[in-house]
């Protein structure tokens, strides 16, 4: 079977457009506004000749609980069913009490976790990135998904990973 790659994250962090960004097409929906997606969940990826299944955990994000139970529930099923989870926090807005919840949740689970600190569109939102070594989980990767960014280290960094 294909290696599995969750992502996973808050709302409107930009999850869709980075597993647009690593599929190199358009499928996963992208959303202004937080809310249910209601879309296929997992993809079939191929970077450089490796294929492996990514999976886009927003398709989870069905607003009936606390905002904690959801959390823990879309981090608890990323954690078992992947080889490797990429936790996607919002540079533009800094670290929340949520994105703590995703690390407590990711941290107890033994896959491996690549940080990533997405909408890092210029090299003074990128230097931000450095502040999310306090998180404990390794090097914070700067991407912006949007535009490109960092993709690239960032796909040698998930590889590590799977
Ligand atoms: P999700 O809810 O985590 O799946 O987030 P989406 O992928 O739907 O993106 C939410 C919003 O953030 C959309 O308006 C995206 O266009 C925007 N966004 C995503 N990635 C970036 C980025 O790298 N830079 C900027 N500036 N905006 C982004
Ligand atoms: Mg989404």
Do not use: C
């Amino acid at each position: 079977p294909l290696p599995v790659l969750a992502i996973v994250g808050r709302p409107n962090v930009g999850k869709s457009t980075l597993v647009n960004r690593i599929l190199g097409r358009r499928e996963a929906v992208v959303q202004d506004v937080p809310g249910v997606t209601r879309d296929r969940v997992y993809y079939e990826a191929n970077w450089s000749g490796r294929r492996f299944i990514v999976v886009d955990t927003g398709g989870w994000e069905v607003d009936v609980d606390g905002l904690d139970k959801r959390v823990a529930e879309q981090a608890e099923i990323a954690v078992e069913l992947a080889d490797a989870v990429v936790l996607v926090v919002d540079t533009t807005v800094g670290l929340t009490d949520t994105d703590e919840a995703f690390v407590r949740v990711l941290r107890r689970g033994k896959k491996p976790v690549v940080l990533v600190a997405n909408k890092a569109d210029n090299p003074q939102l990128e230097a931000e990135a450095s502040t999310l070594w306090s998180l404990g989980l390794g090097e914070p990767h700067p991407v912006s998904a949007m535009h490109g960014r960092g993709s690239g280290d960032l796909l040698d960094a998930i590889f590590a990973a799977l």
